[in-house]
C-alpha cells in the first residue's frame, strides 16, 4: 500500500522558514517524479514545484527564489524548504508522486504564515 505523509507545516510569521518533508512508503519513490501543491481556503489547488527522478526542479513563478524542492532517494523522502514566507503563501500544501499515469497524495500538511 502506498503511502506519503507529509509533515512539517506550522504557524510562521511573515519572512520566516519553515521546511516540509514528505516520506513516502510502498513505492519506488526514485522512479517518480515528486511534486508539491497548495491549496489555500476557497481556492483550487496549485502546483508549487516538481523534482524529476533526475534532479531536475521546476517551480511556480510565485515561488521561485524563496522556495527549494528536493530528494533524498535514499530515505524514500522529499522536501519543501520554504523561506521569506508572505501570508500569501498560506495553505494546505501536499506532496505528489507521478509516473506513467500513476499518481499518489498525501494527506496535507496546513502553513500559516500570520503575525
Known amino acids: 500500500q502506498v503511502q506519503l505523509v507529509e509533515s512539517g507545516g506550522g504557524l510562521v510569521q511573515p519572512g520566516g522558514s519553515l521546511r516540509l518533508s514528505c516520506a513516502a512508503s510502498g513505492i519506488a519513490f526514485s522512479d517518480y517524479t515528486m511534486g508539491w501543491y497548495r491549496q489555500a481556503p476557497g481556492k483550487q489547488r496549485v502546483l508549487v514545484a516538481t523534482?524529476?527522478?533526475?534532479?531536475?526542479?521546476n517551480y511556480a513563478t510565485s515561488v521561485k527564489g524563496r522556495f527549494t524542492i528536493s530528494r533524498d532517494n535514499a530515505k524514500n523522502t522529499g522536501y519543501l524548504q520554504m523561506s521569506s514566507l508572505k501570508p500569501e503563501d498560506t495553505a494546505v500544501y501536499y506532496c505528489n508522486l507521478i509516473r506513467s499515469g500513476r499518481d499518489y497524495w498525501g494527506q496535507g500538511t496546513q502553513v500559516t504564515v500570520s503575525s
Open positions: 523534482i524529476r527522478y533526475g534532479g531536475n526542479t
